[in-house]
T-cell receptor, first 114, second 114 residues
């Protein structure tokens, strides 16, 4: 069974801090994704990666960056956290580049910026 | 760009009643469709998927969805719901040429009352 693990379930940070959210998958998947989830807006794609050191902007990349140094790990970075980045963050992975592969999700990190 | 619309943000229903959660997607040459479920404080789990073939797809816990190309719909149905079906449900689409990127609807909160 695919396992996507996010390092923290809950996180509280201060405005202006640099924040790292970590995600690890154990299925050797090529594709990894970061979403944020807000009530009434569904999931919005921040960044995704289809290979090590490769990254592509999603729909809302502003204020975020990502790092993928190893295939199993995909990090989301908030360079200077702001209160409007308070949200639930979900990481996902999927195998190969075929579009019909479903994504597998972690349990999410609920991030609060004070 | 793909878009997905879930027509109801909240659906309250009594236990053992039937339910339909509506989803419409923007037309594409080829499209793959998914329903995900999110229980409280958890990540998203794949409920069912349409890739090709039979337009009626089923999940192991009694949900089904029908792909209707002419109406660009992929509504989710269950003939008799249980309290344990209370969750948020997300419809998602994926174009045939993407790197597995999903486009999500806004989500529908299904609340089953005793």
């Amino acid at each position: 069974d695919v396992k996507v693990t996010q390092s923290s379930r809950y996180l509280v940070k201060r405005t202006g801090e640099k924040v790292f959210l970590e995600c690890v998958q154990d299925m050797d998947h090529e594709n990894m994704f970061w979403y944020r989830q807000d009530p009434g807006l569904g999931l919005r794609l921040i960044y995704f990666s289809y290979d090590v050191k490769m990254k592509e902007k999603g729909d809302i990349p502003e204020g975020y960056s990502v790092s993928r140094e190893k295939k199993e790990r995909f990090s989301l970075i908030l360079e200077s956290a702001s209160t409007n980045q308070t949200s639930m963050y979900l990481c996902a992975s999927s195998g190969n580049r075929a579009a019909n592969q479903p994504q597998h999700f972690g349990d999410g990190t609920r991030l609060s910026i004070l | 760009a793909q878009s997905v619309t879930q027509l109801d943000s909240q659906v309250p229903v009594f236990e053992e009643a039937p339910v339909e959660l509506r989803c419409n997607y923007s037309s594409s040459v080829s499209v793959y469709l998914f329903w995900y479920v999110q229980y409280p404080n958890q990540g998203l789990q794949l409920l069912l998927k349409y890739l090709s073939g039979s337009t009626l797809v089923e999940s192991i816990n009694g949900f089904e969805a029908e792909f209707n190309k002419s109406q660009t719909s992929f509504h989710l149905r269950k003939p008799s719901v249980h309290i344990s079906d209370t969750a948020e449900y997300f419809c998602a689409s994926k174009g045939g040429t993407s790197y597995g990127k999903l486009t999500f609807g806004q989500g529908t909160i299904l609340t089953v009352h005793p």
